[in-house]
């Protein structure tokens, strides 16, 4: 064999062998992240959803030989609707978006609330309105979420203010549209979210009356699921848990990196997030307390016409019995 013909035999040989370490690693690789263990997850762009974004950053979702893909939305009716749409397999969105989509649908379950705060919705208006006070609201229109946290915080401060919803204007319109909304007079205060309420203090400086009253309605923000996915894959839910658990831990035990993180996920400041911080109990759970409040929320959207049909039994949506329990349980079926 001449000096030619050795030099295209040794590069073939080399050529057969990468692609063939190619293909190991590709199986490798399949074997590791989806034998079952790939999983997608519709998550609202907010600090509340904290818990997420830093499992991933992290790296907690690949310790429990997981391959997340989180699919970012714009807040929780947004996110629930990509799960109906089955383009997720969990989805978080809050207690109040549990409860309206239970009126529209009946194959969906909640396995755990992870976060509540009773400051992360807020009631705004501009101080140039001269609207100082919830009573001054009367006649005004209002930017609202419909079928939201947004829409059921605003009810619950007219209702403490003894304020009849005919007697105010509710306008529908998405998250993101509330702040240019309140800027350009379309409407007289807003109902929002964090981190709008934030953007928006900043935005217009020392122009916005904060109307909002602390304790008059504590969100929670909740992972879902429809129901046929539960038994198929209800270990690499456990696994999702274990990852949010261990995310939860880190963030108690280091908030300003966690902070830190949470603003370069969001594209938000450092000082955006440490505002809203203080109001955050992030705890995996699910308790008779959510029940309680899913009841109590439907009452008022019978009460308000917002919803038709019967009253759904809020039991039969929390999985506690096959997502929650010990730490210690969940480990050990973490193979």
């Not at 499992?55 to 947004?78: M, Q, R, S, Y």
């Not at 001054?136 to 203010?161: C, N, P, R, T, Y």
């Not at 379309?186 to 304790?215: C, T």
């Not at 439907?298 to 929390?318: H, S």
Request: with cysteine.
């Amino acid at each position: 064999m001449n000096s030619s013909m050795k030099l295209l035999f040794y590069l073939l040989a080399i050529i057969c062998f990468d692609a063939f370490c190619d293909e190991q690693e590709a199986k490798l690789r399949t074997n590791v992240f989806n034998s079952g263990n790939a999983i997608s997850i519709a998550v609202s762009l907010t600090p509340l959803s904290a818990p997420f974004f830093i499992a991933e950053e992290l790296g907690f979702f690949k310790t429990h030989n997981l391959d997340v893909n989180i699919l970012p939305c714009h807040g929780g009716v947004a996110c629930s609707e990509m799960l109906f749409q089955r383009r997720v397999d969990l989805a978080t969105f809050s207690d109040s978006v549990v409860m309206f989509k239970s009126y529209e649908h009946d194959n969906f379950s909640v396995i755990t609330t992870f976060v509540r705060s009773d400051r992360d919705v807020r009631l705004l208006t501009k101080k140039a309105s001269n609207i100082n006070a919830v009573t001054q609201l009367v006649g005004k229109k209002i930017g609202v979420v419909k079928a939201s946290a947004s829409e059921f915080f605003l009810d619950s401060m007219l209702i403490s203010h003894l304020i009849d919803s005919a007697n105010i204007t509710k306008m529908y319109l998405k998250p993101e549209q509330l702040n240019d909304a309140l800027s350009t007079d379309l409407v007289d205060a807003v109902s929002i979210w964090e981190p709008h309420g934030y953007l928006l203090e900043s935005e217009l400086k020392n122009s916005i009356q904060d109307l909002s009253l602390p304790g008059i309605y504590t969100l929670s923000f909740n992972l879902s699921t429809l129901n046929d996915n539960i038994q198929t894959q209800s270990s690499v839910y456990k696994k999702v848990l274990l990852a949010l658990e261990q995310s939860i831990v880190w963030l108690e035990d280091n908030p300003a990196m966690a902070q830190s993180v949470l603003a370069k996920k969001l594209n938000i400041s450092d000082k955006q997030v440490q505002s809203v911080w203080p109001s955050y109990a992030f705890r995996l759970s699910l308790s008779n307390s959510l029940i309680s409040e899913l009841y109590l929320q439907a009452r008022w959207a019978k009460d308000n016409q917002l919803v038709k049909g019967d009253t759904p039994n809020f039991q039969t949506i929390i999985q506690d019995s096959v997502f929650h329990m010990s730490l210690d349980d969940m480990e050990s079926t973490n193979d």
